[in-house]
C-alpha cells in the first residue's frame, strides 16, 4: 500500500533559520514524490517534484530510496515561507497523489 | 483567473438532502480529479476522469457519491443522502496528460456542512 507520512503537524522557525520538512513514504514499487504548498488563503499548488531535481523558492528536497524519505530543506527560512506543506507520492507515470497529513510551517520574526 | 473554478465555495446542508458540486477544469486539461480533504489530514483522492472516461474510483467513494464529466469538460460530484461525515472540503484538481507525470492544478475547493 502506498503511505506518506509527515511526522511533524506543526513546525516553527525563526526567519534566517534552517528549515527541514520531514516526509517518508511507504511503497513497493517506483515512486514519484512531490511537495505541495497552500499559502494562508490561497489554493494548493505544486512547490516541486524530485524528478525535476530543481530549487523551487530556495527549497530543495532529495528523494533517498534507501531512507523511503522525501525531506524539504530551506537552508535560510523567510516569514513569506509560512504556510501548510504536503508531501505526496505517486506511482511513476501516474498522477493520482497520494498526500501526507501536512506539516504547517511557521516563521517567526 | 484561468485556473480550476469550484461551485459553490461553501454548502451548508442538513442531513438527508442531495448536493451537487461543479467543477470547471483548465480548458486544455484531458485530466480531472476530485480529493475530499478533512480537518488535520491530507486530501484523499475519490476519482478521476480522462476526459469524460471515469477511470478510477477510490474506495472511499461510497454508493451515495457518483461523479460524471459528461462531455469531457466540467464535472459534478453529487452526494445523496448526506451524512455528517461527508463534512469536508471538496477539492477538484485539472492536469494535461503528456509523456510525463505534469502537475496537478488544484481548485479552491467547496466546503460542505452536513448539520
Known amino acids: 500500500a502506498q503511505r506518506v507520512t509527515q511526522p511533524e503537524k506543526l513546525l516553527s522557525v525563526f526567519k534566517g533559520a534552517p528549515v527541514e520538512l520531514k516526509c517518508n513514504y511507504s511503497?513497493?514499487?517506483?515512486?514519484?514524490l512531490f511537495w505541495y504548498v497552500q499559502y494562508s488563503r490561497q489554493r494548493l499548488q505544486l512547490l516541486l517534484r524530485?524528478?525535476s531535481r530543481e530549487s523551487i523558492k530556495g527549497f530543495t528536497a532529495d528523494l533517498n530510496k534507501g531512507e523511503t524519505s522525501f525531506h524539504l530543506k530551506k537552508p535560510f527560512a523567510q516569514e513569506e515561507d509560512s504556510a501548510m506543506y504536503y508531501c505526496?507520492?505517486?506511482?511513476?507515470?501516474?498522477?493520482?497523489?497520494?498526500f501526507g497529513q501536512g506539516t504547517r510551517l511557521t516563521i517567526n520574526p | 483567473d484561468t485556473g480550476v473554478s469550484q461551485d459553490p465555495r461553501h454548502k451548508i446542508t442538513k442531513r438527508g438532502q442531495n448536493v451537487t458540486f461543479r467543477c470547471d477544469p483548465i480548458s486544455e486539461h484531458n485530466r480531472l480529479y476530485w480529493y475530499r480533504q478533512t480537518l488535520g489530514q491530507g486530501p484523499e483522492f475519490l476519482t478521476y476522469f480522462q476526459n469524460e472516461a471515469q477511470l478510477e474510483k477510490s474506495r472511499l467513494l461510497s454508493d451515495r457519491f457518483s461523479a460524471e464529466r459528461p462531455k469531457g469538460s466540467f464535472s459534478t460530484l453529487e452526494i445523496q443522502r448526506t451524512e455528517q461525515g461527508d463534512s469536508a472540503m471538496y477539492l477538484c484538481?485539472?492536469?494535461?496528460?503528456?509523456?510525463?507525470?505534469?502537475?496537478?492544478?488544484f481548485g479552491n475547493g467547496t466546503r460542505l456542512t452536513v448539520t
Open positions: 484538481a485539472s492536469s494535461l496528460v503528456t509523456g510525463d507525470n505534469s502537475p496537478l492544478h
Open positions: 505526496a507520492l505517486s506511482r511513476q507515470g501516474a498522477q493520482k497523489l497520494v
Open positions: 511503497y513497493s514499487g517506483s515512486p514519484e
Open positions: 524530485h524528478i
